[in-house]
């Protein structure tokens, strides 16, 4: 059973349009979660975070929204740039795993200049 | 701080060989992670390490599987007699043990196993 899980493979945008990558997860102990970006033949790369005790964080472009009650969460990339192109990944861990993260299986976006 | 690194980045082995890889995280980072990822799939843990104590191990890491991390410091993953499911980019992470990003997980470039 895959407690993580983006259900879009892939997304394209408009350079300068908002992304919008999201993220469902099954488990209620699950209290911190993650978004990580991976360009090829790199490792992922830590972008946001955001703790169950907030519904929103925001960083430059990037913005996290949390929705405890649905189990969902999203990421919004506004406004896109080709850099920004690559596979992003969701992940979530709880209190007590030790930071052990689980993921899903990610999302290529890809922004068309 | 020259982030975390992995040997070799690709291997290419065949049915039965055992193989090993090498991990070295951050350098104050406690905590240390390996992670299997295949093709169109996310990042599935595999072991944890916290210093040089292996804490917990997933029902993935079959017995052919054996994590160390003698000194708390680098790491290595051997797999003995591999098989063509072991195929996969095997990552490595780091963290710290505490504070602001312990939740947030540096990984190294991966190495990339195919078994024939």
């Known amino acids: 059973d895959q407690q993580v899980k983006q259900n879009s493979p892939s997304l394209s945008v408009q350079e300068g349009r908002i992304s919008i990558l999201n993220c469902d997860y099954t488990n209620s102990m699950f209290d911190y979660f993650l978004w990580y970006k991976k360009y090829p033949a790199e490792g992922p790369t830590f972008l946001i975070s955001?703790?169950?005790?907030?519904d929103k964080n925001e960083d430059g472009r990037f913005t996290v929204f949390l929705n405890k009650s649905a189990k969902h969460l999203s990421l919004h990339i506004v406004p896109s740039q080709p850099g920004d192109s690559a596979v992003y990944f969701c992940?979530?861990?709880?209190?007590?795993?030790?930071?052990?993260?689980?993921f899903g299986d990610g999302t290529t976006l890809t922004v068309k200049p | 701080d020259t982030g975390v690194s992995q040997d070799p980045r690709h291997k290419i082995t065949k049915r039965g060989q055992n193989v090993t890889f090498r991990c070295d995280p951050i350098?104050?980072?406690?905590?240390l992670y390996w992670y299997r990822q295949t093709l169109g799939q996310g990042p599935e843990f595999l072991t944890y390490?916290?210093?040089?104590?292996?804490?917990?191990k997933s029902r993935l890491l079959s017995d052919r599987f054996s994590a160390e991390r003698p000194k708390g410091s680098f790491s290595t993953l051997e797999i003995q007699r591999t098989e063509q499911g072991d195929s996969a980019m095997y990552l490595c992470?780091?963290?710290?043990?505490?504070?602001?990003?312990?939740?947030?997980?540096?990984f190294g470039p991966g190495t990339r196993l195919t078994v024939l």
């Open positions: 350098s104050e980072h406690n905590r």
């Open positions: 992940a979530a861990s709880g209190t007590g795993n030790a930071g052990k993260s689980t």
């Open positions: 955001i703790s169950s005790i907030k």
């Open positions: 992470a780091s963290s710290p043990a505490s504070g602001r990003k312990y939740n947030e997980q540096f």
């Open positions: 390490f916290q210093n040089e104590a292996q804490l917990e």
